[in-house]
Each structure stands twice: as C-alpha cells, then as structure tokens.
C-alpha cells in the first residue's frame, strides 16, 4: 500500500524537476504540499515517514480527526480550504503553521484578536480569486493590494505571498491566465514596499496544471489525487466551489 503512494509522489516530483528546469529554475525553488482531504491518517503517515512533510488540509473536522495519529511524525500542515470565523479557534488548536486562504478583513480580524490572547503568530497567504468565477472564495484581484495592506498591520499575522486555486479547467490559456495575474499581483504588492510582508510564496498548481504553474512562478503546488488516488467525493466539493462549503 505504501508503495504506491511513495511512487506517485516520485513521479510527481520528476514532474516538477522537469517543469523547473524547462522554466530554468532551481529544481529546489519548487515544493510539493500534499492535499491531504479525505485520505485516511495510516497513508498520509506513510509520506511523512518517508520525508514528504508538507500537507495541508481543506476541512477543519479532518484535521481534528486525524491529529492524532499524526501529531507524533514530525510535518507542516497548512490549511488551504476556507475558514468561516467560528472556526478559528478550532484550526489554532492543531498547530496549523499557515493559513493558505485568508480572503477578506474581517477574518484577518477575528483571527489576530484570537491570536493575541494565545500570544501566538500564524503565516498566511492572501486567497485571490484569479478566475472570476462568483463561486470561488477569494479576495478580488483589484482588491488583493488593499487587503494586504490591512492584514499588514496585524501583528500577528505574516503574510508570507498569495495563493489561488484557479481555473479547473483543460483550456490551458485560461489556466495560465489566472497563474500569470497571480504572479503580477505578487509584483504589485512587492513594488508597493508594505512593510512586513513576505512575497516569498505563490501557492498555484495542482496534479493537472502543475507544470503551468512552475512555468508561471509557483514556489508550491498542492497536489492529492495523484499522489494518494481519486477521492469519494468531487473536486468541487473539497476546493470551494460553493459558499455553502464549510
């Protein structure tokens, strides 16, 4: 069983290795975070055992779930699903080190405030909506400026880049443009000189535009069925395709 997912994750790095040195780019400027949504705790300890430490989470009930089997294996989890505010305190108890979909003030608000009596910090990446799909959480391309700014003054909160989860899509220059407008909005906001921000990261990519994705910038791709295989459940229900997601 452990062999296959130790496989597939090879394979997906080799994806990535020649991606990056097609964009000619380090081979090491480029990290796997593996999407771990509905895969059981036993094979998701099966990558970190075997050094692929990087996972991320959509949901916070998963999290809680598998915490832990897993907390003793040494890894990062980032969250990358979105977070309503009632939330919050939840994803602070599972040592969450970054919170790849911070889309809007008011969250940004709640959290800092939670975080503050926890005399804790917490990395982010401003979620933008690339896509200008009315279904997809994120914060407006045109507003994307105006929100780092504000999510700047909370001390709490680092902002270390920007993540989109773009187009689903097999029209490739449609996927590529909301890969590009990312990468132009990390150049706005980095020509914008806003004090402690970070534009080191671009979470953008997954299994079947990965390579679009580096082509464009990435510095992570999330990827989970083509490491650990198709899930139960559709796409649409684990990346946010509806505001009734929770």
């Known amino acids: 069983m452990s062999d296959d997912v130790l496989n597939n994750i090879r394979k997906i790095k080799s994806r990535i290795e020649q991606a990056c040195i097609s964009s000619h ?13 509905t895969v059981p705790a036993e094979r998701i300890s099966m990558a970190l055992q075997a050094g692929h430490t990087l ?8 999290l ?17 699903g979105h977070l309503q505010t009632n939330k919050i305190r939840e994803l602070l108890k599972y040592n969450v080190t970054c919170l790849q979909s911070l889309d809007r003030r008011d969250l ?27 279904s997809k959480f ?5 507003e994307t400026l105006q929100l780092v ?5 909370l001390t709490t909160l680092k902002i270390k880049g920007l993540m989109t989860i773009g187009l689903l899509s097999t029209d490739t220059g449609k996927v590529r443009h909301c890969f590009r407008l990312l990468s132009s909005l990390r150049q706005q906001v ?44 559709p796409d649409s229900y684990y ?4 505001a009734t997601v929770s």
């Open 64 to 80: 809680k779930e598998k915490y832990d089997a897993l907390k003793e294996i040494p890894h990062e989890n980032h969250f990358i």
């Open 108 to 134: 940004a608000e709640k959290l800092h405030q939670r975080l503050l009596t926890a005399n804790q910090q917490l990395d982010v990446l401003i979620q933008v909506n690339t896509s200008g799909e009315e």
């Open 55 to 62: 996972i991320a989470e959509n949901k916070i009930q998963e």
């Open 25 to 37: 780019r380090s081979a090491d400027s480029v990290k796997l975070l593996l999407a771990t949504k």
């Open 239 to 242: 990346w946010n395709e509806s």
């Open 190 to 233: 980095i020509a914008a000189g806003i004090p402690d921000v970070d534009m080191k990261e671009l979470s953008m990519g997954m299994s079947g535009d990965l390579e679009i994705a580096v082509e464009e910038g990435a510095t992570i791709v999330r990827v989970g069925t083509a490491v650990f295989g198709q899930r139960p459940t």
């Open 149 to 153: 700014e504000q999510v700047s003054q």
């Open 138 to 142: 994120g914060v407006l391309p045109e």
